[in-house]
């Protein structure tokens, strides 16, 4: 079975400095990673993704996130936070299934709240 | 393009009712995937609809139920509410999970159930 571990619950940073939202995974195969965002009372939205490729993933808002294989991490990166990054993040990670299926394993969240 | 939208979005019900929830994917989408977010938690997957067929299924009980319409609609039923069903219930559209395709999930806003 595949897990996701988020140990922070919430990280704080000063606006402009940069931020480190940490995940690691448990999965069988190779994984297929993903970073969501969620704001108050809203759904989910998709910032980035790792599939396969280069390590360092580039996405939404400036946004970008690490993969280790030997660390097994993912840990989701900006180089200067804005107070509008402020925001609950999911790390979630993809169960391969022979025949289809992309059922997303989430992990608990972390909320980063950014001061100015 | 109009992105996944889901009603109602926040309901009231007692212990014992059923309720349904709906879900219009994306466009172009072919898979509604159904999750519970329970406050504080990431989103945990309930089932997914492709061809109007449950493909995969979490670890939910059978009051949990759903169906697809040819339109690639969705709907949620939960039947025999408990208080532990009050949650954020989150649909998510994408495309089949085929080779090559990455799948990542888009969200609706969610359904507010609120189990009185």
Do not use: M
């Not at chain 1, 965002?37 to 759904?43: D, L």
């Not at chain 2, 509604?32 to 504080?40: F, K, N, P, T």
């Not at chain 2, 067929?53 to 759903?66: C, H, I, L, V």
């Not at chain 2, 939960?78 to 994408?94: H, K, M, R, T």
């Amino acid at each position: 079975a595949q897990s996701v571990a988020q140990p922070e619950d919430q990280v704080n940073v000063a606006e402009g400095n940069p931020l480190t939202v940490k995940c690691t995974y448990s999965v069988s195969g190779n994984p297929y990673l993903f970073w969501y965002v969620q704001y108050p009372n809203r759904g989910l939205q998709f910032l980035l993704k790792y599939i396969t490729g280069d390590n360092l993933v580039k996405g939404s808002y400036g946004f970008e996130a690490e993969f280790n294989k030997s660390q097994t991490s993912f840990h989701l990166k900006k180089p200067s936070a804005l107070v509008s990054d402020s925001a609950l993040y999911f790390c979630a990670v993809r169960d391969i299934l022979t025949g289809g299926g992309n059922k997303l394993t989430f992990g608990t969240g972390t909320q980063l709240k950014v001061e100015l | 393009d109009a992105g996944v939208t889901q009603s109602p979005t926040h309901l009231i019900k007692t212990r014992g009712q059923q309720v349904t929830l709906r879900c219009s994917p994306k466009s172009g989408h072919d898979t509604v995937s159904w999750y519970q977010q329970a406050l504080g938690q990431g989103p945990q997957f309930i089932f997914q609809y492709y061809e109007e067929e449950e493909r995969q299924r979490g670890n939910f009980p059978d009051r949990f139920s759903g169906h697809q319409f040819p339109n690639y609609s969705s709907e949620l039923n939960v039947n025999a509410l408990l208080l532990g069903d009050s949650a954020l219930y989150l649909c998510a559209s994408s495309l089949e999970w085929l080779a090559g395709r990455t799948g990542e999930l888009f969200f609706g806003e969610g359904s507010r159930l609120t189990v009185l």
